[in-house]
C-alpha cells in the first residue's frame, strides 16, 4: 500500500508514467525516506556538502565564482567544505566565462547529477518549466535538496512541488530564494520575520525590465519602442520580451508571495495582469499634473472581511510615495502589517551577482543545516476575490464634438462611478486628442462597464486606458 502511494505521488508530478524496476526502486526509495522521518539534512559526508548545478550560464557561473572567491569565509561559517562537483550545461564545447574549481566536471545528462548518491545539493538554474520540473522533482526525489531560481515553475507547479516534499524526509529542503525579486531577501523574511505579524497589504516594482522602461519614458521622455529597444540593448529584456512587458513575470512572483502573506494557492490567471503595452506620453504628461508617475505594480491586499485581491498593473503613483523614486531596474516591494507598519525592501531585482548571492545565501543555510519544514508556510481560508476597490486614472482618446464629458459623466453615473476631476492638455500638432478621468473609489468592475460602455461612444477612437491609483489618500 504504501509502495502504491508513492508511485501515485511521483506520477502526480509526471515524474514516472508506468510500473517499472526503475520506477519501482524510486518509490521504494521515497518510502524509506520518509519512514525515517530525518531531523537533519541528508548529505554524505560530515564536513563537506558537495553541489550540482544545472546551467552554466549567467547565473551558474555567478554562484561558481562566489562559492570559489569566498571558500575559507564558508567553512569557517558552516563547518563545512562547500564543493561543486559537477556542471550540467547543453554544450559542454561551449566556452565558460568562469573557472571550474578543482575536481569539478562539465556533463551533458541531467542523470549525472541526479543518479550521483555523493551530490547531495542540486541547484536549478537553467530556468523553463519543463525539464526544469524533471530536474527539481528527480533531485528531491533521490534525496538531494534544492536551490532554484526558477519563479515561473514556482508558481505554475507550486501545490504539486508542496505535496511531494510532504511525503520526503523533512532533511530534504527546498530553498528558492532567488526565484523573487533576485537579490532582495523577501522569500527569507516572508517566511520568518512576519509569521507573529498580519499582512494586509503587499505592492511593489517586481520586475526589472518594465521599471528601466518606465524610468525612460518618465524621465527620458522616450517612446515605448525607443524604451524597449534600449532595454533590450542593456540585457533587460528578452528577444520575445512579453512575459515582461504583459506583467506575467510580475504576477508569477506575486502568486508566491501572496502564499507566503496568506496562506493561499491561487491560480495565476485568476490574478488581473495588464501590462505596460498600452502606455503613452500621454499618461506620464498627465501623471506629472497630477504630481506623480507610473509605475508597474504587484498589488495584494486584504479588504475589511478578510478576502484578499490582487492585480498586476500600471499604477499611478504620487512623487511623494516611496516607490516613485525607484528607479531603472531595481526592484522594491512594500509590505504593510499590524506589527512592523511599513517594511520596504529595495535592491536589485536580476542579474548574474544578485541571483547567485541568492542561491548562495540558500546554500550557506543548507550547510549550516538550517531545517525549513514547510517552505511555503502553512495553508489557510483566506478566500480570493477577482474584485478590488482603488482610486482610477482613465484615459480617453477621441473624435472632437460636442456633449463628450456630457456623456462620459451620464456613463459614470449610469455605473455609480464618481468622477474626482477631469484633466487636459492644449492638444499639440501630430499629438492624440485625449483627456484624463480621475475618479473616487470605486469597485473594479464598475470601471470596466465605464470603460465598456464609453468605447461604444462614436466619438472614442480605440479602446480606453486605465488604471489603478496606488494611494487612497493619494491627495495628501
Not at 269 to 278: A, F, M, V, Y
Request: contains cysteine.
Amino acid at each position: 500500500m504504501n509502495l502504491q502511494i508513492a508511485y501515485i505521488a511521483a506520477a502526480a508530478l509526471g515524474r514516472v508514467s508506468a510500473f517499472t524496476p526503475s520506477t519501482i526502486s524510486t518509490a521504494r526509495q521515497t518510502i524509506f525516506r520518509s519512514a525515517s522521518s530525518s531531523t537533519t539534512l541528508n548529505m554524505s559526508s560530515e564536513d563537506t556538502i558537495t553541489l550540482g548545478i544545472f546551467g552554466g550560464g549567467t547565473v551558474g557561473g555567478g554562484i561558481v565564482e562566489i562559492l570559489s572567491n569566498k571558500a575559507d569565509y564558508f567553512k569557517q561559517l558552516t563547518g563545512k567544505s562547500i564543493e561543486v562537483k559537477k556542471v550540467c550545461v547543453r554544450d559542454a564545447s561551449k566556452p565558460r566565462d568562469f573557472t571550474l574549481p578543482e575536481g569539478c566536471s562539465i556533463v551533458t545528462s541531467y542523470d549525472d547529477i541526479l543518479n550521483d548518491d555523493s551530490i547531495d545539493v542540486a541547484v536549478e538554474v537553467m530556468g523553463g518549466t519543463t525539464d526544469a520540473k524533471d530536474v527539481v522533482v528527480g533531485a528531491l526525489t533521490n534525496g538531494k535538496s534544492v536551490v532554484t531560481a526558477n519563479k515561473a515553475l514556482i508558481a505554475k507547479d507550486l501545490p504539486e512541488i508542496e505535496t511531494l516534499l510532504s511525503t520526503l524526509e523533512s532533511g530534504t529542503q527546498f530553498r528558492y530564494e532567488a526565484a523573487v525579486c533576485g537579490g532582495i531577501p523577501i522569500i527569507r523574511s516572508m517566511q520568518s520575520d512576519f509569521v507573529g505579524d498580519n499582512i494586509q497589504l503587499m505592492c511593489g516594482i517586481i520586475n526589472g525590465c518594465t521599471n528601466f522602461m518606465l524610468t525612460a519614458m518618465d524621465r527620458d521622455k522616450k517612446s515605448y519602442d525607443e524604451a524597449l529597444s534600449e532595454a533590450s540593448a542593456l540585457g533587460y529584456a528578452e528577444a520575445d520580451p512579453t512575459l515582461d512587458v504583459g506583467g506575467f513575470d510580475a504576477r508569477s512572483k506575486l502568486k508566491i508571495l501572496m502564499r507566503l502573506a496568506y496562506g493561499m494557492n491561487v491560480e495565476e490567471d485568476e490574478i488581473s495582469c495588464r501590462g505596460i503595452t498600452e502606455l503613452t506620453k500621454i499618461d506620464f504628461e498627465y501623471a506629472k499634473m497630477l504630481g506623480g508617475t507610473i509605475k508597474l505594480l504587484g498589488v495584494a491586499e486584504k479588504n475589511d472581511a478578510g478576502d484578499v485581491s490582487a492585480y498586476v498593473a500600471p499604477c499611478y503613483v504620487t512623487n511623494e510615495d516611496a516607490l516613485s523614486s525607484v528607479n531603472g531596474a531595481t526592484n522594491a516591494i512594500e509590505v504593510l502589517s499590524d506589527n512592523l507598519v511599513s517594511s520596504i525592501y529595495i535592491g536589485q531585482g536580476a542579474g548574474r551577482y544578485p541571483t547567485a548571492n541568492s542561491c548562495i545565501n540558500d546554500i550557506v543555510a543548507l550547510a549550516k543545516g538550517d531545517l525549513n519544514l514547510l517552505p511555503f508556510n502553512p495553508t489557510s481560508e483566506t478566500k480570493f476575490v477577482n474584485n478590488y476597490e482603488s482610486v482610477f486614472y482613465l484615459r480617453l482618446n477621441y473624435r472632437d464634438q460636442v456633449g463628450i464629458t456630457r456623456q462620459v459623466g451620464e456613463v459614470c453615473e449610469k455605473h455609480g462611478v464618481s468622477i474626482h476631476s477631469i484633466l487636459q492638455n492644449p492638444v499639440a500638432k501630430n499629438q492624440e486628442s485625449a483627456f484624463a478621468i480621475v475618479t473616487d473609489k470605486v469597485d473594479y468592475a464598475a470601471i470596466l462597464k465605464v470603460l465598456a460602455d464609453v468605447e461604444a461612444l462614436s466619438w472614442c477612437k480605440g479602446k480606453p486606458f486605465y488604471m489603478p491609483v496606488l494611494r487612497d489618500d493619494w491627495q495628501n
